[in-house]
């Protein structure tokens, strides 16, 4: 326990917004903390917060201000005795919100484990670092395999908060993948800003198929699951190394945002729907039966309805097993920016509700398929003496559930046999078998 430790502060409550890498981000420094003798706690009972903040769209930005607010309050008040904002918001107005918000102590960017640390003066013992406290269930962890994004995405404001793409080392990777299944996870998922670029910045190559192939050697993982591909310079290879492996879910997580080629070109994707088409073809072909999830943006500047009829055309043509859609939000800084936000919120959100009407009967469509189906399933808890938890098309948090009994006494990360026996849009039903 180091001498210089801010007596007062023994609890501490860390608030984390936005992704997933936001999560690990908090799981990295909270490992740190807690290395060095602190507990963690909730909001009420803290005598320090943490909240590393998400600072991507209009809303989340809305809602992480609207938070801060509420802890600068109780901060205010003596009830908190630190209080420090982190992450990508406090990244990207860190010096406006020091002016506009007061009792706040500090306003971190991302990447500040180190400077947490001093600031709530523990020492930094190197030999923590990479040593993570869990948020998710232990059963599966997320693994952030790169910090950044290169691609000119131009609604975007990552690459402005987050910098340039920097790949973190294989072995590093494996070591933190290694340790945590050592620790009980059973399901790692590989997450990015985009994933299919990594090691592109280190070797000039995209090495993600050497990592998922290194990874599947770690004995103790039943699943791996790659999130966020991005589709241009789609690295092929990786479709055999899936195909080839049964711990690689046949899961691909590529958001495709549009597929009206004028709004393509405009976003900057880099890709044309022809090509898109004839990606979307090659992963079917090498993976069958794998699971496709995609997420789109409606309401972009220059979305006409005719391109928004292309797109409703192209998510019935295609069939995705999970789609997400988010509605535009203008950022300043962007390349986007100058285009104005010219589409109302309201034709924005009966876009996004459209596409979600289609999604959910081509879903349900897919579900009652699985109707009287054995599936594999990996316990993720109990609610009112019925089990739920996920097949293999289904990451946590944004897919698909499934519902089950069982005269076992099951905990959570088994993996089951469920014999399927009814289907909503979204969640399945069924019996432990
Ligand atoms: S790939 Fe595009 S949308 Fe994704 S983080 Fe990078 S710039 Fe943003």
Redesign the pocket.
Known sequence: MSKSKNKEIKNISVITLGCSKNLVDSERFSGLLNANGFKFTDANNADAMIINTCGFIKSAKEENIQLILEAAEQRRKGKLKKLIVAGCLSQRYGNELSEQIPNVDHFLGTNSDLKILKILAGENKHSLIGERMLFTPKHYAYLKISEG?????S?????MI?GKYESTSEDKLFNEASSLAENGTKELILIA??STYYNKDKSNKREIANLLKRLAAIEKLEWIRMM?A?PRQFPIEILDVISENTKLCNYIDI?L?HSSDKVLRSMK?GISLRKIEELLDTIRKKIPNVTLRSTFIVGYPNETEKDFQHLLNFIKKQQLDRVGVFTYSQEEGTSAYPLGDPIPEEVKNQRREEIMLIQQKISLEKNRKKVGDTLKVVVDGIERKTYFGRTEQDAPDVDNLVHFNSNENLKPGDFVNVNITKAEEYDLYGTHI
């Open positions: 994004c290169n691609q000119k995405c609604f975007c404001a990552i690459p987050r800003q985009d966020y991005y958001p945002q994707r």
